[in-house]
């Protein structure tokens, strides 16, 4: 599975942003699918994640109203829209994809597939 991350810029507080993530292979749409971020000197951290089917989501706390993950497994797509973003949504934001047969969305150990990673910068 390989994973193109896209959409990531600079925006001022208050703003959105829109994160879209290609995934290319013949299992990419059998994998769940995350984003995870990491600012600088702070551990990476999960921060939305889908099942296969999209009918379970996860989103660590300080998103939940903000962000929203969604995929279309036709396309093989993950997209994060970022609404409401504030100055400490600056990281760099990768997607993941789940190892096979992984069903855990809020492991980090689920996931064996990353993508490059797109700085997404919010403005005071």
């Known amino acids: 599975v390989q994973l193109q991350a896209s959409g990531g810029g600079l925006v001022q507080a208050g703003g959105s942003l829109r994160l879209s993530c290609a995934a290319s292979?013949?299992?990419?749409?059998?994998?769940?699918m995350a984003w995870f971020r990491q600012a600088p000197g702070k551990e990476r951290e999960l921060v939305a994640s889908?099942?296969?089917?999209?009918?379970?989501?996860y989103y660590t706390d300080s998103v939940k109203g903000r962000f929203t993950i969604s995929r279309d497994n036709v396309k093989k797509t993950v997209d994060l829209q970022m609404n409401s973003l504030k100055p400490e949504d600056t990281a760099v934001y990768y997607c993941?994809?789940?190892?096979?047969?992984?069903?855990?969305?809020?492991?980090?150990?689920?996931?064996?597939?990353w993508g490059q990673g797109t700085l997404v910068t919010v403005s005071s």
């Open positions: 993941a994809a789940g190892a096979a047969g992984s069903s855990q969305l809020t492991s980090s150990d689920s996931y064996a597939y």
């Open positions: 292979g013949r299992t990419a749409s059998s994998r769940l």
């Open positions: 889908i099942s296969v089917s999209a009918n379970t989501v």
